[in-house]
């Protein structure tokens, strides 16, 4: 993937919407591929109308870009996005993101569902990500560094911007939808961890365990946007549950929690685009 296909990508969306910039990009995770089409003139894009758009493979992750109106704001939605543990390179599991930049979207707020760790949290709570761990020994940035997408070295000590994160608290509690925080840490998957890998990730500051978000944070604060993290916890991580993990479980509390989090996004996007 190259500069020029992220181009062609933000041109081709241009094109396809008629704006020719986006105000801000947000990533659905699993379980909440459907919210876009609630978005107020929402415009489908299938991902494989997007040139050198890579097309999840993963039953129940979707595959669209919509473009909608949020408070005034023109916004990018991704339903469904693909994961490294699918085999996709990194450039692949950024190039949405990268994408969304290059067509104008100052802010990426980035969603996800994970397992927790974290001392009080439970399966249902919705946290914000205040910072991450990337325990999987690869970044989307390895490789020659195209310059015109961002620096060689770029800066992570504010991933998660924290004057967005201040927003999210505020707009989360004037909408009365509980807001937790938490560090993420990726895990590669596709196995969920053992009881020792959550025990080694909660000592090292862990609440979250999760297996996307991260390499996105990265490529986006490459190219100098802003991001929001936001996770659902679908199941306590592994050995901190008494029960093993299923992807069943993972769906049910996703089915159950799919209301406030969409109250908290009808919430925060409005707010977020207009920041
Ligand atoms: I949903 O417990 C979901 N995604 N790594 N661990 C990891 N990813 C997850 C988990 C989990 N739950």
Redo the contacts with the bound molecule.
């Keep these: 993937m190259s500069y020029e296909d992220i181009r062609a990508a933000a041109s081709a969306i241009a094109g396809r919407t008629g704006h020719d910039r986006h105000t801000l990009a947000i990533v659905l995770g699993?379980g909440l591929a459907g919210y876009a089409r609630s978005l107020p003139g929402a415009v489908e894009i299938p991902y494989e109308e997007i040139p050198g758009f890579p097309l999840p493979r993963v039953a129940g992750h979707g595959g669209s870009l919509f473009s909608a109106n949020v408070g005034g704001h023109p916004v990018l939605v991704f339903s469904g996005r693909v994961h490294t543990y699918e085999g996709w390179d990194l450039d692949d599991v950024v190039f949405g993101v990268r994408t969304a930049i290059t067509a104008g979207c100052g802010t990426i707020v980035l969603t996800n569902?994970?397992?927790g760790c974290g001392d009080g949290l439970e399966a249902g709570d919705l946290v914000l990500i205040t910072d991450h761990l990337n325990l999987t020994a690869r970044n989307p940035l390895t490789g020659l560094n195209d310059e015109r997408l961002g620096p060689r070295f770029p800066d992570m000590s504010d991933v998660y911007t924290t004057a967005l994160r201040s927003v999210a608290l505020e707009t989360a509690a004037a909408a009365g939808v509980e807001l937790k925080q938490g560090i993420y840490a990726w895990?590669l998957?596709p196995s969920?961890?053992t009881p020792a890998e959550v025990q080694m990730a909660k000592r090292l500051g862990a609440d979250l365990?999760?297996?996307s978000t991260v390499p996105e944070a990265i490529a986006a604060r490459h190219m100098g946007a802003s991001v929001v993290g936001i996770s659902l916890v679908?199941?306590l991580?592994?050995g901190i549950s008494p029960v093993p993990?299923s992807h069943a479980e993972?769906q049910e509390t996703a089915d159950a929690a799919r209301e406030r989090f969409t109250a908290l996004l009808d919430a925060l996007l409005p707010a977020l685009a207009s920041a």
Excluded: I, P
Aim: a negative charge; hydrophobic letters at 45%; charged letters at 5%.
């Design positions: 699993s569902a994970s397992g895990f998957g969920y961890e365990v999760g297996m679908t199941n991580a592994a993990l993972v």
